[in-house]
C-alpha cells in the first residue's frame, strides 16, 4: 500500500472513531443546550476560530492568493452545501430521534458519495468492491439495529442532511486536487459558520449565547473538539484516496456509537447485532485490501509510464 493510500485508511478511520463518539455525546449535548441550531452554531463556530487561528499562524492563508474563480465558487458551495444547512438539519432531527438511528442513517453516506463519485469523478468500483459495498450495507443496516429506525420527521431530516453531505464529499474532492486539506476544511466551518449565525440572528436566538450555563458550554466545547478531529481526519484522507473508499471507511462509526450507548444507556447486544459488527469490521478489511491493490496496480502503471 502506498503511503498516501495508507496515510488515507488510517485518517479515515480515525474519522469514524470520532464520528461515533460524536454521535453519542452530540444527542446528550443537544439535549443539555435545548436548542438544535443553537448548540450546531457555538460548536461549528468554536471550531472556525480554531481553524482560522491555525491559517494564520501557519501562514497557509497565503494560499488564498493563489486561488481563482473556480476554487473560490467551489469553496463558497463547500461552505453552503457542507457546512451550514446540513449541518442544522442533521441536529435538529438529532433532537427528535436516537443517536443509534442518527448514526446508521448518516452512515448510509458511502452508498450515495459511491453513487456520485462514478459520474462526476470517474471512480471506477470493481467487483470486489462492490461485493464489500453490498456486505457493508447488509451488514451495516440489515442485520444491526435497523428494528429501531422509523421514517419520522427527525430521519428524514438526517436523511436529507447526509445527502448534502455526499454532494459536498464530491464537490471538496475536486477542490483538493489544487487546494490544501487545511483551506477547505477552514472554508467549509468558516463559511458554513457565518450562514448558520444568520439563521440564529433571524431566530433571534443571539442573545441566549451569554446565559449558557458552564455545563452548557462544556458540552458545546466537546463537541466543537470532537468536530474539529473529524474535519482534519477527514478532508486530509478525501485529498489522498478514492471518495468512494474514505465515505465506506466511515461506516465503523455506528459500531462505535452502538457500543457507547451499550456501555452507557445499559442496552444489550443481540446476536443479530453481533453479526452485523463482525460483517461490518469483514467488508472494511476487504476495502482496504482492494485499495492497496488499486495502489500497488497504480504505482506498477505510473513506473512503467517512465
Given at each position: 500500500?502506498?503511503?498516501?493510500?495508507?496515510?488515507?485508511?488510517?485518517?479515515?478511520?480515525?474519522?469514524?472513531?470520532?464520528?461515533?463518539?460524536?454521535?453519542?455525546?452530540?444527542?446528550?449535548?443537544?439535549?443539555?443546550?435545548?436548542?438544535?441550531?443553537?448548540?450546531?452554531?457555538?460548536?461549528?463556530?468554536?471550531?472556525?476560530?480554531?481553524?482560522?487561528?491555525?491559517?494564520?499562524?501557519?501562514?497557509?492563508?497565503?494560499?488564498?492568493?493563489?486561488?481563482?474563480?473556480?476554487?473560490?465558487?467551489?469553496?463558497?458551495?463547500?461552505?453552503?452545501?457542507?457546512?451550514?444547512?446540513?449541518?442544522?438539519?442533521?441536529?435538529?432531527?438529532?433532537?427528535?430521534?436516537?443517536?443509534?438511528?442518527?448514526?446508521?442513517?448518516?452512515?448510509?453516506?458511502?452508498?450515495?458519495?459511491?453513487?456520485?463519485?462514478?459520474?462526476?469523478?470517474?471512480?471506477?468500483?470493481?467487483?470486489?468492491?462492490?461485493?464489500?459495498?453490498?456486505?457493508?450495507?447488509?451488514?451495516?443496516?440489515?442485520?444491526?439495529?435497523?428494528?429501531?429506525?422509523?421514517?419520522?420527521?427527525?430521519?428524514?431530516?438526517?436523511?436529507?442532511?447526509?445527502?448534502?453531505?455526499?454532494?459536498?464529499?464530491?464537490?471538496?474532492?475536486?477542490?483538493?486536487?489544487?487546494?490544501?486539506?487545511?483551506?477547505?476544511?477552514?472554508?467549509?466551518?468558516?463559511?458554513?459558520?457565518?450562514?448558520?449565525?444568520?439563521?440564529?440572528?433571524?431566530?433571534?436566538?443571539?442573545?441566549?449565547?451569554?446565559?449558557?450555563?458552564?455545563?452548557?458550554?462544556?458540552?458545546?466545547?466537546?463537541?466543537?473538539?470532537l468536530l474539529f478531529g473529524?474535519?482534519?481526519?477527514?478532508?486530509?484522507?478525501?485529498?489522498?484516496?478514492?471518495?468512494?473508499?474514505?465515505?465506506?471507511?466511515?461506516?465503523?462509526?455506528?459500531?462505535?456509537?452502538?457500543?457507547?450507548?451499550?456501555?452507557?444507556?445499559?442496552?444489550?447486544?443481540?446476536?443479530?447485532?453481533?453479526?452485523?459488527?463482525?460483517?461490518?469490521?469483514?467488508?472494511?478489511?476487504?476495502?482496504?485490501?482492494?485499495?492497496?491493490?488499486?495502489?500497488?496496480?497504480a504505482s506498477y502503471a505510473?513506473a512503467g509510464n517512465n
Amino acid at each position: 500500500m502506498s503511503v498516501k493510500i495508507s496515510s488515507a485508511v488510517s485518517l479515515a478511520l480515525s474519522a469514524a472513531v470520532i464520528s461515533g463518539l460524536a454521535n453519542f455525546f452530540n444527542k446528550v449535548g443537544i439535549t443539555v443546550v435545548s436548542d438544535a441550531v443553537l448548540y450546531t452554531f457555538i460548536k461549528n463556530g468554536l471550531v472556525a476560530i480554531i481553524f482560522l487561528a491555525i491559517l494564520v499562524l501557519s501562514t497557509r492563508w497565503r494560499e488564498i492568493k493563489q486561488l481563482n474563480k473556480g476554487d473560490w465558487v467551489k469553496l463558497m458551495a463547500i461552505g453552503a452545501i457542507g457546512g451550514s444547512l446540513p449541518f442544522i438539519l442533521f441536529f435538529t432531527g438529532l433532537a427528535m430521534t436516537s443517536a443509534v438511528s442518527a448514526s446508521l442513517i448518516h452512515k448510509t453516506l458511502f452508498i450515495w458519495v459511491a453513487l456520485l463519485a462514478m459520474p462526476f469523478l470517474g471512480e471506477r468500483l470493481g467487483k470486489i468492491q462492490w461485493a464489500a459495498l453490498g456486505l457493508l450495507l447488509f451488514g451495516n443496516f440489515f442485520l444491526g439495529s435497523w428494528q429501531q429506525l422509523t421514517l419520522g420527521k427527525g430521519e428524514l431530516l438526517i436523511l436529507a442532511a447526509t445527502l448534502l453531505w455526499a454532494v459536498e464529499n464530491i464537490i471538496a474532492k475536486r477542490a483538493l486536487q489544487n487546494i490544501s486539506s487545511l483551506l477547505v476544511a477552514s472554508a467549509r466551518m468558516v463559511l458554513g459558520s457565518a450562514l448558520i449565525l444568520l439563521v440564529v440572528l433571524v431566530q433571534g436566538k443571539a442573545g441566549l449565547i451569554s446565559n449558557l450555563s458552564y455545563e452548557q458550554w462544556s458540552w458545546a466545547i466537546l463537541a466543537a473538539g470532537l468536530l474539529f478531529g473529524y474535519v482534519i481526519c477527514w478532508y486530509s484522507a478525501l485529498k489522498s484516496a478514492p471518495a468512494s473508499i474514505v465515505a465506506s471507511l466511515l461506516v465503523p462509526a455506528s459500531l462505535v456509537t452502538s457500543l457507547l450507548s451499550l456501555i452507557f444507556l445499559d442496552k444489550s447486544l443481540t446476536g443479530a447485532e453481533i453479526i452485523s459488527s463482525i460483517l461490518v469490521i469483514l467488508a472494511i478489511g476487504i476495502i482496504i485490501w482492494s485499495g492497496r491493490k488499486f495502489s500497488r496496480s497504480a504505482s506498477y502503471a505510473e513506473a512503467g509510464n517512465n
